[in-house]
Nanobody, 124 residues
Framework: QVQLVESGGGLVQAGGSLRLSCEGS????????VGWFRQSPEKEREFVAT????????YYADSVEGRFTISRDNAKNTVYLQMNSLSPEDTALYYCAATGLETLTIDYYGYDYWGQGTQVTVSS
């Protein structure tokens, strides 16, 4: 069982930056690929970014490509999401999720473990 805890959310003005963290509870966290998803009241859950267990492969949604960067530090059991040039459209509850799949996936049902989420609010 992997427990995930997100942190780093908050209120930021448009154009600002935030860095989200996702910490895994188990030593084997480094063997899981991790994804970030987001959901707002107006939209369905949306894929944001994903990273392989080694950190060598990443994939982004078109809406965040070039603005967000996903990375990981396996020594700290932590995955990060650096978010720059934020806009009000990025306002959502952000979740991280872990999967044992070897190939990167953007489908939420491919992930086995989920955190509780961290709120990101971008004001205009």
């Amino acid at each position: 069982q992997v427990q995930l805890v997100e942190s780093g959310g908050g209120l930021v003005q448009a154009g600002g930056s935030l860095r989200l963290s996702c910490e895994g509870s188990v030593r084997t966290f480094s063997t899981y690929a991790v994804g970030w998803f987001r959901q707002s009241p107006e939209k369905e859950r949306e894929f944001v970014a994903t990273i392989s267990w080694s950190g060598t492969s990443t994939y982004y949604a078109d809406s965040v490509e070039g603005r967000f960067t996903i990375s990981r530090d396996n020594a700290k059991n932590t995955v990060y999401l650096q978010m720059n040039s934020l806009s009000p459209e990025d306002t959502a509850l952000y979740y991280c999720a872990a999967t044992g799949l070897e190939t990167l996936t953007i489908d939420y049902y491919g992930y086995d473990y989920w955190g509780q989420g961290t709120q990101v609010t971008v004001s205009s």
